[in-house]
């Protein structure tokens, strides 16, 4: 990749970047608006449980289940035919 288009690909990231801060600026703002009714906040425990160990656990789940309900029976990888392991034989 040459210089410009390096350049262009920077400035491309960089305008992309200072887009999403300045529209997601709003979202940042500490006063409520009518009718916002937080409930409480998540301890580190649950924020860890809800977001790491969840998904953690329904991935192994479903590979689990993916492995055990694998019915094909040969893993081993087929020769071509017409190369030369075939004609040595």
Same mark, same amino acid.
């Given at each position: ?25 709003? %979202? /940042?703002?500490?006063?409520? &608006? ?6 409480? =906040?998540?301890? +580190? ?22 492995? %055990? /309900?694998?019915?094909?029976? &040969? ?6 035919? =017409?190369?030369? +392991?075939?004609?040595?034989?």
């Amino acid at each position: 990749m040459d210089k410009k288009n390096a350049l262009r690909a920077g400035a491309l990231a960089a305008g992309t970047t200072l887009m999403m801060l300045l529209m997601t600026s709003p %979202a /940042l703002a500490l006063t409520r &608006d009518d009718g916002d009714d937080p409930g409480n =906040g998540l301890s +580190v425990a649950e924020t860890l449980g809800l977001y790491v160990l969840i998904p953690l656990a329904l991935f192994a789940v479903i590979a689990g289940l993916v492995m %055990a /309900l694998d019915k094909s029976k &040969d893993r081993a990888p087929k020769a071509k035919s =017409g190369t030369a +392991v075939d004609a040595k034989v």
